[in-house]
Protein backbone atom coordinates (compact mmCIF):
# COMPACT_ATOMS: atom_id res chain seq x y z
CA UNK A 1 0.00 0.00 0.00
CA UNK A 2 1.53 3.55 -0.46
CA UNK A 3 1.76 6.24 1.66
CA UNK A 4 0.46 9.82 2.52
CA UNK A 5 3.06 12.18 2.84
CA UNK A 6 3.13 12.50 6.44
CA UNK A 7 3.73 9.11 6.46
CA UNK A 8 6.58 9.75 3.79
CA UNK A 9 8.43 12.07 6.32
CA UNK A 10 7.96 10.38 9.63
CA UNK A 11 8.92 6.65 8.09
CA UNK A 12 12.30 8.19 6.56
CA UNK A 13 12.91 10.12 9.72
CA UNK A 14 12.78 6.54 12.08
CA UNK A 15 13.62 4.46 9.27
CA UNK A 16 11.22 2.01 8.68
CA UNK A 17 7.46 2.24 7.65
CA UNK A 18 4.83 3.72 9.26
CA UNK A 19 1.13 3.70 9.20
CA UNK A 20 -1.56 5.91 10.92
CA UNK A 21 -1.73 5.07 14.60
CA UNK A 22 1.96 4.07 15.09
CA UNK A 23 3.89 6.49 18.36
CA UNK A 24 7.11 6.44 17.41
CA UNK A 25 9.95 8.67 18.53
CA UNK A 26 11.24 11.10 15.72
CA UNK A 27 14.63 12.44 15.77
CA UNK A 28 13.72 16.81 15.41
CA UNK A 29 15.34 18.60 12.67
CA UNK A 30 14.57 22.01 14.02
CA UNK A 31 12.42 23.23 16.77
CA UNK A 32 11.41 27.52 17.77
CA UNK A 33 10.37 28.81 21.06
CA UNK A 34 9.05 32.47 20.43
CA UNK A 35 9.07 35.26 23.54
CA UNK A 36 6.02 34.12 25.20
CA UNK A 37 7.04 30.85 25.60
CA UNK A 38 10.71 31.06 26.68
CA UNK A 39 10.43 31.75 30.63
CA UNK A 40 7.95 28.55 30.99
CA UNK A 41 10.54 26.47 28.42
CA UNK A 42 13.41 27.68 30.00
CA UNK A 43 12.10 26.72 34.20
CA UNK A 44 11.08 23.20 32.91
CA UNK A 45 14.54 22.44 30.77
CA UNK A 46 16.12 23.13 33.99
CA UNK A 47 13.43 21.06 36.61
CA UNK A 48 13.88 18.09 34.36
CA UNK A 49 17.86 18.08 35.34
CA UNK A 50 19.48 19.14 31.91
CA UNK A 51 22.57 21.30 31.69
CA UNK A 52 23.06 21.41 28.20
CA UNK A 53 21.14 21.46 24.67
CA UNK A 54 21.62 18.60 22.58
CA UNK A 55 22.23 21.04 19.60
CA UNK A 56 22.29 24.90 19.79
CA UNK A 57 22.37 25.34 16.07
CA UNK A 58 19.12 23.36 16.13
CA UNK A 59 17.00 25.95 17.99
CA UNK A 60 15.80 29.22 17.10
CA UNK A 61 14.69 31.89 19.35
CA UNK A 62 12.03 34.80 18.20
CA UNK A 63 11.00 37.70 19.59
CA UNK A 64 7.68 38.48 17.92
CA UNK A 65 5.06 38.93 20.10
CA UNK A 66 5.53 41.77 22.66
CA UNK A 67 7.85 43.87 20.75
CA UNK A 68 8.21 46.64 21.88
CA UNK A 69 6.78 45.92 24.91
CA UNK A 70 3.39 47.22 25.68
CA UNK A 71 3.08 45.87 28.95
CA UNK A 72 5.65 45.68 32.54
CA UNK A 73 6.08 42.34 32.67
CA UNK A 74 7.03 41.68 28.91
CA UNK A 75 10.76 43.08 29.48
CA UNK A 76 10.61 39.79 31.71
CA UNK A 77 10.61 37.42 29.09
CA UNK A 78 13.10 39.77 26.88
CA UNK A 79 15.57 38.68 30.15
CA UNK A 80 14.96 35.44 30.92
CA UNK A 81 15.27 34.76 27.36
CA UNK A 82 18.43 36.39 26.97
CA UNK A 83 20.00 34.74 30.02
CA UNK A 84 19.32 31.34 28.34
CA UNK A 85 21.00 32.52 25.03
CA UNK A 86 23.62 32.89 27.11
CA UNK A 87 24.41 30.11 29.60
CA UNK A 88 23.56 27.34 26.79
CA UNK A 89 24.55 28.94 23.74
CA UNK A 90 22.26 29.63 21.30
CA UNK A 91 22.81 31.28 18.19
CA UNK A 92 19.64 31.42 15.87
CA UNK A 93 18.18 34.74 17.79
CA UNK A 94 15.84 36.89 16.16
CA UNK A 95 14.87 40.57 18.18
CA UNK A 96 12.16 42.17 15.98
CA UNK A 97 12.99 40.73 13.08
CA UNK A 98 9.57 39.62 11.75
CA UNK A 99 6.91 36.77 13.00
CA UNK A 100 8.43 33.64 13.98
CA UNK A 101 6.47 31.78 11.59
CA UNK A 102 7.22 34.12 8.70
CA UNK A 103 10.92 33.80 9.52
CA UNK A 104 11.36 29.71 10.29
CA UNK A 105 11.28 29.58 6.23
CA UNK A 106 12.16 32.96 4.85
CA UNK A 107 15.50 32.41 6.77
CA UNK A 108 15.93 28.82 5.66
CA UNK A 109 15.43 27.39 8.66
CA UNK A 110 13.07 24.44 7.34
CA UNK A 111 13.29 22.45 4.34
CA UNK A 112 11.13 20.05 2.59
CA UNK A 113 10.92 16.54 4.80
CA UNK A 114 12.01 18.30 7.72
CA UNK A 115 10.18 17.51 11.05
CA UNK A 116 10.05 20.53 12.83
CA UNK A 117 7.68 22.31 16.61
CA UNK A 118 7.21 25.24 18.07
CA UNK A 119 6.17 26.75 20.79
CA UNK A 120 3.04 27.67 18.96
CA UNK A 121 -0.25 26.80 17.46
CA UNK A 122 0.39 27.94 13.75
CA UNK A 123 3.71 26.43 13.26
CA UNK A 124 1.66 24.30 10.65
CA UNK A 125 2.66 27.23 8.45
CA UNK A 126 5.93 25.11 7.67
CA UNK A 127 3.65 22.53 5.49
CA UNK A 128 3.86 24.98 3.39
CA UNK A 129 7.34 23.76 2.07
CA UNK A 130 6.69 19.83 2.50
CA UNK A 131 7.83 20.04 6.08
CA UNK A 132 5.69 18.38 9.06
CA UNK A 133 5.44 21.23 11.40
CA UNK A 134 3.31 21.15 14.40
CA UNK A 135 3.07 23.35 17.94
CA UNK A 136 3.93 22.07 21.34
CA UNK A 137 3.46 23.08 24.64
CA UNK A 138 6.78 24.00 26.91
CA UNK A 139 7.24 20.57 28.70
CA UNK A 140 7.42 18.95 25.30
CA UNK A 141 9.70 21.67 23.76
CA UNK A 142 11.93 21.69 27.28
CA UNK A 143 12.43 17.72 26.67
CA UNK A 144 13.03 18.13 22.88
CA UNK A 145 15.71 20.81 23.93
CA UNK A 146 17.38 18.16 25.99
CA UNK A 147 16.94 15.23 24.40
CA UNK A 148 16.76 16.44 20.42
CA UNK A 149 13.51 13.32 20.02
CA UNK A 150 9.34 13.65 20.48
CA UNK A 151 7.04 10.66 20.35
CA UNK A 152 4.36 11.49 18.06
CA UNK A 153 1.04 9.40 16.61
CA UNK A 154 1.09 9.43 13.12
CA UNK A 155 -1.99 11.04 12.34
CA UNK A 156 -4.56 10.17 9.43
CA UNK A 157 -4.89 12.12 6.46
CA UNK A 158 -7.47 13.95 4.91
CA UNK A 159 -6.81 14.93 1.08
CA UNK A 160 -7.91 18.19 -0.31
CA UNK A 161 -8.23 18.67 -4.19
CA UNK A 162 -9.13 21.53 -5.98
CA UNK A 163 -8.88 21.86 -9.56
CA UNK A 164 -9.57 24.80 -11.85
CA UNK A 165 -8.68 29.05 -11.86
CA UNK A 166 -9.56 31.04 -8.85
CA UNK A 167 -12.07 34.05 -9.63
CA UNK A 168 -10.63 37.74 -9.31
CA UNK A 169 -10.47 38.44 -6.07
CA UNK A 170 -10.52 35.35 -4.31
CA UNK A 171 -7.43 34.05 -2.76
CA UNK A 172 -5.94 31.33 -0.73
CA UNK A 173 -7.74 32.91 2.41
CA UNK A 174 -11.14 32.47 0.82
CA UNK A 175 -10.13 28.80 0.56
CA UNK A 176 -8.94 28.11 3.81
CA UNK A 177 -11.89 29.76 5.58
CA UNK A 178 -14.14 28.02 3.41
CA UNK A 179 -12.48 24.38 4.26
CA UNK A 180 -12.83 25.50 7.66
CA UNK A 181 -15.95 25.76 7.51
CA UNK A 182 -16.85 22.72 5.76
CA UNK A 183 -14.82 20.76 8.41
CA UNK A 184 -16.03 22.74 11.59
CA UNK A 185 -13.39 23.29 14.28
CA UNK A 186 -12.69 20.07 15.09
CA UNK A 187 -13.16 18.22 12.27
CA UNK A 188 -9.42 17.77 11.23
CA UNK A 189 -8.44 17.12 14.72
CA UNK A 190 -4.83 15.30 14.65
CA UNK A 191 -5.30 14.60 11.27
CA UNK A 192 -3.14 15.59 8.55
CA UNK A 193 -4.16 17.66 5.53
CA UNK A 194 -2.71 17.00 2.21
CA UNK A 195 -3.42 19.81 -0.44
CA UNK A 196 -3.24 18.72 -4.29
CA UNK A 197 -4.44 20.07 -7.48
CA UNK A 198 -3.77 22.46 -10.73
CA UNK A 199 -5.20 25.08 -8.24
CA UNK A 200 -2.43 24.57 -5.36
CA UNK A 201 0.31 23.86 -8.16
CA UNK A 202 -0.05 27.08 -9.03
CA UNK A 203 0.17 28.93 -6.31
CA UNK A 204 3.03 30.85 -4.65
CA UNK A 205 4.73 29.46 -1.39
CA UNK A 206 3.06 32.82 0.11
CA UNK A 207 -0.37 31.38 -0.66
CA UNK A 208 0.37 28.09 0.43
CA UNK A 209 1.49 29.34 3.82
CA UNK A 210 -1.50 31.16 4.29
CA UNK A 211 -3.32 27.67 4.25
CA UNK A 212 -0.97 25.50 6.16
CA UNK A 213 -1.09 28.47 8.88
CA UNK A 214 -4.73 27.89 9.25
CA UNK A 215 -5.18 24.66 8.31
CA UNK A 216 -4.95 24.65 12.94
CA UNK A 217 -8.29 25.90 13.43
CA UNK A 218 -9.68 22.65 11.94
CA UNK A 219 -7.82 20.89 14.46
CA UNK A 220 -5.18 20.02 11.97
CA UNK A 221 -1.92 18.53 13.34
CA UNK A 222 0.29 19.43 9.74
CA UNK A 223 -0.84 20.67 6.47
CA UNK A 224 1.15 19.44 3.99
CA UNK A 225 1.86 20.40 0.31
CA UNK A 226 4.10 18.51 -2.06
CA UNK A 227 7.48 20.17 -2.58
CA UNK A 228 8.24 21.80 -6.16
CA UNK A 229 10.16 24.28 -8.46
CA UNK A 230 8.37 27.35 -6.00
CA UNK A 231 9.52 25.34 -2.98
CA UNK A 232 13.13 24.90 -4.22
CA UNK A 233 13.56 28.51 -5.37
CA UNK A 234 11.64 29.64 -1.89
CA UNK A 235 14.10 27.26 0.49
CA UNK A 236 17.27 27.70 -1.98
CA UNK A 237 17.60 24.11 -2.66
CA UNK A 238 18.09 21.94 -5.61
CA UNK A 239 15.01 19.78 -5.84
CA UNK A 240 16.24 16.12 -5.44
CA UNK A 241 13.72 13.06 -6.11
CA UNK A 242 13.56 12.73 -2.05
CA UNK A 243 11.26 16.43 -2.13
CA UNK A 244 9.67 15.55 -5.49
CA UNK A 245 8.40 12.08 -4.15
CA UNK A 246 6.73 14.03 -1.06
CA UNK A 247 3.22 13.50 -2.40
CA UNK A 248 0.66 11.48 -1.98
CA UNK A 249 0.89 7.83 -3.37
CA UNK A 250 -2.48 7.16 -5.61
CA UNK A 251 -3.00 3.65 -3.42
CA UNK A 252 -2.36 5.48 -0.07
CA UNK A 253 -5.34 4.91 2.36
CA UNK A 254 -7.23 8.92 3.19
CA UNK A 255 -9.50 8.83 6.03
CA UNK A 256 -11.61 11.75 3.50
CA UNK A 257 -11.22 12.83 0.53
CA UNK A 258 -12.38 16.49 -0.28
CA UNK A 259 -12.92 17.98 -3.96
CA UNK A 260 -13.33 21.45 -4.48
CA UNK A 261 -13.62 23.53 -8.40
CA UNK A 262 -11.66 26.55 -7.98
CA UNK A 263 -14.34 28.54 -10.15
CA UNK A 264 -16.92 27.92 -6.64
CA UNK A 265 -15.02 29.90 -4.38
CA UNK A 266 -16.00 33.53 -3.82
CA UNK A 267 -14.71 36.24 -1.19
CA UNK A 268 -15.61 34.91 2.86
CA UNK A 269 -15.41 36.20 5.92
CA UNK A 270 -15.49 34.39 9.41
CA UNK A 271 -17.58 35.71 11.61
CA UNK A 272 -18.00 36.64 15.05
CA UNK A 273 -16.81 34.77 17.08
CA UNK A 274 -15.79 31.67 16.05
CA UNK A 275 -12.92 30.74 12.82
CA UNK A 276 -15.59 28.30 11.60
CA UNK A 277 -18.51 30.65 11.50
CA UNK A 278 -18.14 30.96 7.75
CA UNK A 279 -20.43 33.35 5.18
CA UNK A 280 -19.67 35.00 1.86
CA UNK A 281 -18.85 38.78 2.26
CA UNK A 282 -21.79 39.39 0.29
CA UNK A 283 -24.08 38.41 3.54
CA UNK A 284 -22.54 41.38 5.75
CA UNK A 285 -21.87 43.89 3.11
CA UNK A 286 -22.64 47.17 4.17
CA UNK A 287 -22.16 46.62 8.00
CA UNK A 288 -20.71 49.51 9.20
CA UNK A 289 -16.45 48.89 10.30
CA UNK A 290 -14.24 50.97 12.65
CA UNK A 291 -10.71 49.32 11.85
CA UNK A 292 -8.95 47.17 9.24
CA UNK A 293 -5.79 45.00 10.19
CA UNK A 294 -3.83 43.63 7.81
CA UNK A 295 -0.56 41.25 8.70
CA UNK A 296 0.33 38.46 10.80
CA UNK A 297 1.78 35.15 10.17
CA UNK A 298 -1.03 34.45 8.15
CA UNK A 299 -1.49 37.36 5.72
CA UNK A 300 1.48 39.93 6.03
CA UNK A 301 3.36 38.57 3.30
CA UNK A 302 4.57 40.91 0.31
CA UNK A 303 2.10 39.41 -2.49
CA UNK A 304 -0.98 40.39 0.54
CA UNK A 305 0.66 43.79 0.56
CA UNK A 306 0.76 44.22 -2.69
CA UNK A 307 -3.01 42.99 -3.78
CA UNK A 308 -4.08 45.50 -0.87
CA UNK A 309 -2.41 48.76 -2.20
CA UNK A 310 -3.75 47.54 -5.79
CA UNK A 311 -6.96 48.02 -4.49
CA UNK A 312 -6.11 51.32 -2.40
CA UNK A 313 -4.19 52.63 -5.13
CA UNK A 314 -5.58 56.35 -5.94
CA UNK A 315 -7.97 55.74 -3.14
CA UNK A 316 -8.28 56.97 0.98
CA UNK A 317 -9.11 54.72 4.18
CA UNK A 318 -12.80 56.21 4.75
CA UNK A 319 -13.12 59.18 7.08
CA UNK A 320 -13.09 57.66 10.81
CA UNK A 321 -12.21 54.09 9.88
CA UNK A 322 -7.98 53.32 10.79
CA UNK A 323 -6.45 51.05 8.56
CA UNK A 324 -2.87 49.26 10.37
CA UNK A 325 -0.75 47.48 8.23
CA UNK A 326 2.18 44.77 9.47
CA UNK A 327 4.53 43.41 7.30
CA UNK A 328 5.12 40.08 8.47
CA UNK A 329 9.02 39.94 8.70
CA UNK A 330 11.76 43.03 7.87
CA UNK A 331 12.86 41.64 4.70
CA UNK A 332 9.23 42.03 3.45
CA UNK A 333 9.00 45.70 4.83
CA UNK A 334 11.89 46.64 3.04
CA UNK A 335 10.43 44.81 -0.34
CA UNK A 336 7.50 46.87 0.11
CA UNK A 337 9.06 49.85 0.51
CA UNK A 338 11.52 49.66 -2.39
CA UNK A 339 9.07 48.57 -4.98
CA UNK A 340 6.70 51.18 -3.69
CA UNK A 341 3.33 49.24 -2.22
CA UNK A 342 4.29 50.62 1.28
CA UNK A 343 3.91 54.14 -0.11
CA UNK A 344 0.70 53.70 -2.15
CA UNK A 345 -0.35 51.99 1.53
CA UNK A 346 0.71 55.48 3.08
CA UNK A 347 -0.75 57.94 0.83
CA UNK A 348 -4.11 56.27 1.48
CA UNK A 349 -4.01 56.55 5.10
CA UNK A 350 -2.79 53.24 6.60
CA UNK A 351 -0.95 53.48 9.86
CA UNK A 352 2.14 50.95 8.64
CA UNK A 353 4.10 49.38 12.34
CA UNK A 354 7.35 47.75 12.40
CA UNK A 355 7.18 43.74 11.56
CA UNK A 356 5.48 41.59 14.56
CA UNK A 357 2.49 39.99 16.02
CA UNK A 358 0.98 43.24 16.54
CA UNK A 359 -2.67 43.32 16.73
CA UNK A 360 -2.93 39.82 15.74
CA UNK A 361 -2.63 38.69 19.48
CA UNK A 362 -4.09 42.43 20.64
CA UNK A 363 -0.52 43.54 21.16
CA UNK A 364 1.57 46.41 20.28
CA UNK A 365 -1.56 49.39 19.38
CA UNK A 366 -4.36 48.89 18.00
CA UNK A 367 -6.81 47.20 20.41
CA UNK A 368 -10.46 47.61 20.22
CA UNK A 369 -13.20 48.48 22.53
CA UNK A 370 -16.51 47.56 22.96
CA UNK A 371 -18.71 47.65 20.20
CA UNK A 372 -15.97 47.97 17.49
CA UNK A 373 -16.24 45.91 14.35
CA UNK A 374 -12.32 45.34 12.86
CA UNK A 375 -11.84 43.04 9.44
CA UNK A 376 -8.80 41.79 9.92
CA UNK A 377 -6.28 39.54 7.64
CA UNK A 378 -4.95 37.18 10.68
CA UNK A 379 -6.08 33.68 11.73
CA UNK A 380 -8.39 34.12 14.51
CA UNK A 381 -11.69 35.83 15.86
CA UNK A 382 -11.76 34.97 19.66
CA UNK A 383 -13.57 36.79 22.30
CA UNK A 384 -11.07 39.32 23.57
CA UNK A 385 -8.49 38.71 21.12
CA UNK A 386 -7.92 42.01 19.59
CA UNK A 387 -9.59 44.16 22.87
CA UNK A 388 -12.41 43.67 24.68
CA UNK A 389 -14.75 40.59 24.59
CA UNK A 390 -17.12 42.79 23.18
CA UNK A 391 -15.72 43.35 20.23
CA UNK A 392 -16.67 41.86 16.76
CA UNK A 393 -13.78 40.73 14.53
CA UNK A 394 -14.38 39.40 11.11
CA UNK A 395 -11.59 37.71 9.53
CA UNK A 396 -11.06 38.12 5.62
CA UNK A 397 -8.22 37.74 2.75
CA UNK A 398 -5.94 41.23 2.42
CA UNK A 399 -8.21 42.04 -1.00
CA UNK A 400 -11.58 42.10 1.07
CA UNK A 401 -9.83 44.01 3.81
CA UNK A 402 -8.04 46.57 1.57
CA UNK A 403 -11.80 46.93 -0.07
CA UNK A 404 -13.51 47.37 3.48
CA UNK A 405 -11.39 50.10 4.41
CA UNK A 406 -11.95 52.48 1.33
CA UNK A 407 -15.24 51.48 1.78
CA UNK A 408 -15.50 52.04 5.35
CA UNK A 409 -17.96 49.18 5.75
CA UNK A 410 -17.92 45.32 4.84
CA UNK A 411 -17.79 45.11 0.90
CA UNK A 412 -16.56 43.10 -1.43
CA UNK A 413 -13.33 43.76 -3.10
Not at 193 to 217: D, Q, Y
Request: proline share 4%; with cysteine; charged share 20%.
Amino acid sequence: MGQTIIEKIISRNVGRAVRPGDIVTVNVDRVMIHDIFIPFVADKFEEMGFSKLWDPDRVVLIYDHLVPASQVDDTRHFRVGNAFVEKYGLKNIHRSDGICHQLMTEALYVKPGDIVFGTDSHTTTYGCVGAFSSGIGYTEMASILGTGTLWVKVPETIRVEIEGELPANVTSKDIILTLIGDLRADGATYQALEFCGNTVEHMSVASRMTMSNMAVEAGAKCALFTPDEKTAEYCEIELTERERSLVGDTDASYIRTLHYRAEDFVPVLACPSQVDNIHPVSEFAGAAIDQVFIGSCTNGRLEDLQCAAAILKGRKVAPFVKLIVTPASRKIYNQALEDGTLAILAEAGAIITHPSCGLCCGRTGGILSDGERVVATNNRNFLGRMGTSKVEIFLASPATAAACAAAGKIAEP
